[in-house]
């Protein structure tokens, strides 16, 4: 079924939001499953179509796997995994699903793992997590659109990233659990969902030490050292940074609830720098408030503990009717302002000069028919959608579904008038056709 959102802005988000799991932790959760020979058992999983291709591909690799969406639990058995292909299907959905491949290569010594390619957000490489996986021994090669992998042993040792990227850090983690002997991994990726990862390996067995600082040193375990885990996924930062954009952003006020502040330190100080306020009520919530137009700021987007790049983009549509010109610098990927056409349709100044959108704030953004290209641009949209006058209506929200849980019934909650539509296929131009229960 085709859907829409369809959202009447220009009301200010009030009341309590609850932040789900981390969607960048509790897939690399379930990835690493797959070195036990047992269960794990994880809870605050966040309730996404992500989790769902995460867990189905799990499936043909042979584990099983019981998800419980009410109890936000999954529990998956990997003891009798008998095919080490993860297949185009998934891994072209969905990004995350590649880090499969440190933990096959690291169980059984061989994996083929579909290349995920670019994507429109930028070119997205891989050499990182191959270099990685070489150095420990392994033989890979791309072979028909897959990264081919297999190892005699694989042996611990010494391996510098070239930058800190996240996933090659997590890819070359899982191989290296069970690998013989020691391996320093420098240039590591710091983002908590790193740690989760660790803390996650470390509670069924494995010794990971340093995550979350820039050197990670894994000593190689056996498998019969692995045991059955019980674990729970860290709060979405990305999540809770895209509800703090949007409460400041609507002059709100609201309590974000089960999160780690410290975790979004970089994108508070931003919020009070552009003239919000952040009370820190206890160590999971937070409250956000404004009450006058935000003042324009310059953000770069960096690697962890800098402000994060999936959250530039709900950041320029709340700097869209800021007081003055923002610069925002993406400096991770080369391609991540695509809604910036679609916010020019809802009224805004925004130019991009190579890495660069630069914003002049205006008084007023007026709803319209856009599009969201990829799930962090969908986000945009909807910020930009709560702050405009009158009705925007965004298409291709499965983009959105793959990364905000309940993203209409949380904002509902906030005050928000925001609607999920089913649209009519063969009519896109709107014929609705149902409503969802919760439409304002
Ligand atoms: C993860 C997150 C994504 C976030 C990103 C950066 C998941 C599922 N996704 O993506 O939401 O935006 O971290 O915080 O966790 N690169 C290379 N060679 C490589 C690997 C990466 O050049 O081998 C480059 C990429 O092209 C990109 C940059 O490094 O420009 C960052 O990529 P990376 O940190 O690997 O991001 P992901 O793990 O894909």
């Known amino acids: 079924m085709y859907q829409k959102i ?58 099983e796997v019981d998800y419980d969406i009410k109890e936000k639990k999954i529990i998956i058995n990997a003891t009798n995994i008998n095919n080490v292909e993860a297949h ?51 033989q890979v090669k791309i072979e028909g659109g897959y990264v081919i992998a297999k190892a005699k042993k694989l042996v611990g040792t010494k391996i510098y990233l070239d930058r800190p990227s996240v996933g090659a850090t997590e890819n070359i983690m899982l191989a290296a659990i069970l690998a013989e002997g020691s391996t320093i991994l420098n ?18 067995g494995a010794d990971v030490n340093g995550a979350g600082t820039s050197e990670i040193i894994i000593n190689g375990v056996k498998q019969k050292d692995l045991k059955a885990v019980t674990y729970t996924t ?11 954009a949007a409460i400041a952003a609507t002059k709100g006020k609201a309590i974000i609830k089960n999160i780690f502040p410290n975790h979004l330190s970089a994108v508070t100080s931003k919020v009070i720098e552009m003239g919000g306020k952040v009370t820190i009520l206890d160590p999971f919530s937070m409250e956000i408030s404004c009450n006058t137009r935000l003042n324009a700021t310059n953000i770069v987007t960096q690697p962890y503990p800098g402000f994060p790049t999936d959250l530039q983009s709900p950041f320029i549509s709340a700097l869209l009717m800021a007081e003055g010109i923002s610069i925002i610098t993406e400096s991770i990927y080369e391609n991540r302002f695509r809604q910036i056409g679609e916010l020019r349709r809802m009224g805004a100044d925004v130019q991009q ?47 959105i579904d793959r990364g905000y849980e309940k993203i209409v019934d949380k904002l509902s909650g906030l005050g928000a008038y925001i609607k999920r539509v089913d649209i009519d296929e ?15």
């Open 426 to 440: 063969t009519n896109l131009d709107g014929k609705i056709i149902n409503i969802e229960e919760n439409s304002y």
């Open 234 to 244: 860290i709060p979405d930062r990305i999540e809770a940074g895209t509800y703090i």
């Open 187 to 204: 240039n590591a990726a710091q983002e908590p969902e790193i740690i989760d990862l660790a803390n996650f390996l470390n509670a069924m």
């Open 6 to 63: 369809i959202l009447e802005g220009g009301r200010r988000l009030k009341g309590e939001v609850t932040i789900s799991g981390a969607k960048n932790a509790a897939l690399k959760l379930m990835a690493a499953a797959l070195l036990l020979e047992d269960t794990s058992e994880i809870y605050n999983i966040p309730e996404l179509t992500d989790v769902v291709t995460m867990a189905s591909l799990l499936q043909t690799l042979g584990a």
């Open 353 to 399: 000069e190579s890495h660069k959108a630069i914003i002049k704030g205006v008084k007023q953004l007026t709803g319209a028919q856009v599009i969201a290209s990829d799930l962090r641009a969908g986000a945009s949209l909807v910020v930009a959608a709560l702050c405009a006058d009158g009705t925007t209506e965004i298409s291709d929200i499965h983009h």
């Open 88 to 138: 185009y299907d998934f891994v072209s959905k969905m990004r995350a699903s590649f880090v499969v491949l440190g933990a096959l290569v690291g169980r059984f010594h061989e994996a083929k793992v579909a290349l995920p390619g670019g994507c429109s957000i930028g070119e997205r490489r891989i050499d990182l997590h191959i270099k990685g996986l070489e150095a420990l021994g392994a």
